[in-house]
């Protein structure tokens, strides 16, 4: 086992999205997982509040995955993805089918695998715009985000994106344009369940609609909760007026299920949630439970089979990855649903979710504590920032937490916990309690 004494050089390795000089300058080090806990390179435990980057949702050390991915490589490495198959591939591709958002009538079953969240972002973005073409709607090429988005770091993702830190430097495509946000914490703080205010905002795209015009825009995406901005859930109503709005205006709807796919909000999806299908569907994480980078794009079969036109010898998408299908993520994939399935965890959060909710909302009241929201085994603790320095009392805070062994993300001052599926009422009383005392410590 890696150990402090054993460590490597920390230059070589620039990290992403990590203040790489702060952090070589005091690591936090993490060595070994099992269950829900890590072990730093001290030898120390860490609750993982956050199921690694909210994608180990069966929880850590899982031998079966282990096994699966062990088999496979054993058996055959890797496969081209292009003009060639194998049957791993097409066995996962139809066992997530007959699972897929929204059940059968939804008919989300059709699956462009990727090798991460972003990669099913600028895959689902390409569909579309291929889709609209493939129909005689080649003039809308246009994709519209939404402010405080985040759809991972490709040039597709951030130019749908609406976190500004990860735009300001980079220029983005041409044709994008934004949906205000959901956040308004005047009308909705420490609600509980979807915020009553808000669904209106959905008519933003109406107004999108009238500034460049249907025939221009090819698609909206919208995460259903906001994850990574610190946790938006979205008002009542807004999802189905949006996707009302899209049909009317012949715009695709594709919903950004990275963080929310596989359990997190207590079904399967987040369209199992909220009861609105769209078009196309991004996920990855979860998706292997973490262990091996991989995503999967679920595409309506209107959209697919409006693609499968034109000579049979023809490619009808010109996109993929030298890793869409990868046989070990395919592999590790298989087992992962198997233990969703097995344990029950995909709908696990909604047994746990009063006891979540209730445990979180015990924070209220608490020093600099402004709002609190939680939806499924999600949590948003939002903060007051301190003059001139935004993000520093939850830093303070996640560093503190990790030290006595609490796994945590911060975002600005939002604190945000999305907990493995397999944890325990005692663990999650066990993270209220050190968040409560963190909280007050830090001033
Ligand atoms: C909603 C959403 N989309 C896309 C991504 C990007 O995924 P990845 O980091 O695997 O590229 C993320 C990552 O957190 C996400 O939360």
Redesign the pocket.
């Known amino acids: 086992m890696l150990t402090k004494a054993n460590t490597p050089s920390l230059e070589n390795y620039w990290m992403p999205f990590t203040a790489n000089r702060q952090f070589k300058a005091a690591p936090r080090l993490l060595a070994g997982a099992e269950g829900m806990y890590y072990t730093d390179v001290d030898g120390g435990k860490v609750l993982d509040g956050t199921a690694g980057?909210?994608c180990v949702n069966a929880g850590h050390g899982r031998r079966r995955i282990a096994e699966a991915v062990e088999r496979q490589l054993t058996v055959m490495d890797y496969a081209p993805s292009f003009q060639m198959g194998h049957p791993v591939v097409f066995d996962f591709a139809e066992k997530l089918a007959a699972r897929a958002p929204g059940g059968p009538d939804a008919k989300l079953d059709r699956i462009f695998f990727t090798g991460?969240?972003?990669?099913?972002?600028d895959t689902a973005l390409k569909i579309a715009i291929a889709y609209q073409r493939a129909i005689g709607q080649g003039t809308r090429t246009r994709v519209i985000g939404r402010e405080r988005?985040?759809?991972?770091?490709?040039f597709g993702?951030i130019s749908v994106g609406g976190l500004v830190n990860n735009r300001r430097v980079f220029p983005t495509l041409p044709g994008t344009d934004h949906l205000r946000h959901t956040h308004d914490p005047e009308r909705n703080s420490f609600v509980k369940g979807l915020p009553a205010h808000g669904a209106e905002l959905a008519d933003d795209l109406e107004r999108l609609v009238g500034l460049h015009g249907a025939e221009t825009i090819a698609a909206v995406i919208v995460?259903p909760v906001?994850?990574?901005t610190g946790v938006l859930l979205p008002p009542k109503g807004y999802l189905e007026r949006l996707r009302a709005i899209a049909d009317k205006h012949g715009i695709l709807l594709i919903f950004?299920?990275?963080?929310t796919g596989f359990g997190r909000l207590g079904t399967p999806f987040a369209v199992d949630y909220f009861g609105v299908v769209p078009d196309l569907v991004?996920t990855?994480?979860g998706l292997t439970n973490g262990s091996i980078?991989m995503?999967a794009v679920f595409a309506s079969r209107k959209v697919h089979d409006a693609l499968m036109q034109g000579p049979e010898g023809q490619i009808e998408l010109f996109h993929g990855y030298t890793y869409s299908g990868h046989p070990a993520a395919c592999a590790a994939g298989l087992a992962t649903l198997e233990i969703y399935e097995e344990e029950g965890l995909l709908t696990r959060g909604a047994e746990l979710a009063t006891h979540w909710q209730d445990a979180m909302h015990g924070l209220k009241g608490l020093p600099h504590v402004i709002d609190i929201r939680t939806i499924g085994l999600v949590v948003g603790i939002e903060l007051t920032s301190r003059e001139g320095a935004v993000g520093a009392r939850a830093y303070e805070i996640f560093t503190d937490l990790f030290k006595k062994g609490l796994l945590i993300r911060v975002t600005g001052d939002t604190i945000a916990l999305s907990p493995p599926l397999i944890v325990e009422r005692e663990q999650i009383d066990t993270m209220a309690s050190m968040l409560s005392d963190s909280i007050k410590q830090v001033a």
Do not use: R
Not at 116 to 121: A, H, L, M, Q, R
Not at 149 to 154: A, E, K, Q, T
Not at 256 to 259: A, N
């Open positions: 980057l909210w991460s969240g972003s990669e099913s972002v988005g985040y759809h991972g770091v490709g993702g995460e906001a994850g990574s950004d299920e990275v963080i991004t990855a994480k980078p995503g």
